[in-house]
């Protein structure tokens, strides 16, 4: 059961460059999530995913670009990466049900990310 | 808009007592509010959460939180901490009457990070 992977764990990369993150759950979940977690800022969350070709902006989007075309993967794409950038990437899949019972977020191991 | 706040930046606590992580909340409506913990160079792990019911709830690792609506706190207890609880715990909160767009979204306060002294 592998859950909730993401790729890589680590990346160093220029300033400039597209960089893209990777996200697969196995569970079939509705919804994922991208966060970026900052020392002082706790997480915050970047894009988010109802389904397949749904796709909406949290509360720091830009700069990000992000795409749904299966249910199992949910990549992350910088654009062109800042120094600002420098984070740890999480990602997350939830099971929301129309009761709104299931909807505890289940967490990838995270992508350490440095922009140089 | 929802907001959480957790106070302390850092928690310590001798190894045998009894342990209590703060956090307070801001929601328009009713919320559903969640624990997690992250260990070093690990994601985030689901300890508890409540949603509607009995205030005091049970989760993972002998963990418990109180839900105070009086106060909109939401503090995680624990009565005798070990070593191995030493970790980054984060609370976050959704507002459950929220239908908008947003409304799957999770607010997370910035962290408290528990020691637990031997």
């Known amino acids: 059961d592998a859950g909730i992977t993401q790729s890589p764990r680590y990346k160093i990369t220029e300033t400039g460059r597209q960089v893209t993150l990777m996200c697969h759950q196995t569970?079939?979940?509705?919804?994922m999530f991208w966060y970026r977690q900052d020392l002082g800022h706790g997480l915050r969350l970047i894009y988010y995913s109802a389904a397949a070709d749904i796709t909406d902006k949290g509360e720091v989007p830009d700069g990000y670009v992000v795409s749904r075309s299966k249910t199992e993967n949910f990549p992350l794409t910088l654009e062109s990466a800042t120094r600002s950038q420098t984070s740890v990437y999480f990602c997350a899949s939830s099971l929301l049900s129309t009761a709104l019972i299931s909807d505890t977020q289940y967490f990838g191991p995270g992508t350490r990310l440095t922009v140089l | 808009a929802q907001s959480v706040a957790q106070p302390e930046d850092q928690v310590n606590v001798a190894e045998g007592n009894p342990l209590t992580v703060k956090c307070t909340y801001s929601v328009s409506g009713n919320p559903y509010l969640f624990w997690y913990v992250q260990y070093p160079n690990r994601g985030l792990q689901f300890l508890l959460k409540y949603i509607t019911g009995d205030n005091l709830v049970k989760g993972s690792y002998g963990f418990e939180a109180e839900f105070n609506k009086s106060q909109t706190s939401f503090h995680l207890k624990k009565p005798s901490a070990l070593v191995s609880d030493s970790a980054l715990y984060f609370c976050?909160?959704?507002?459950?009457?929220?239908?908008?767009?947003?409304?799957?979204?999770?607010?997370f306060g910035k962290g408290t990070k528990l020691s637990v002294i031997p």
């Open positions: 976050a909160v959704r507002d459950i009457s929220d239908s908008g767009a947003g409304s799957y979204q999770l607010t």
């Open positions: 569970w079939s979940h509705s919804y």
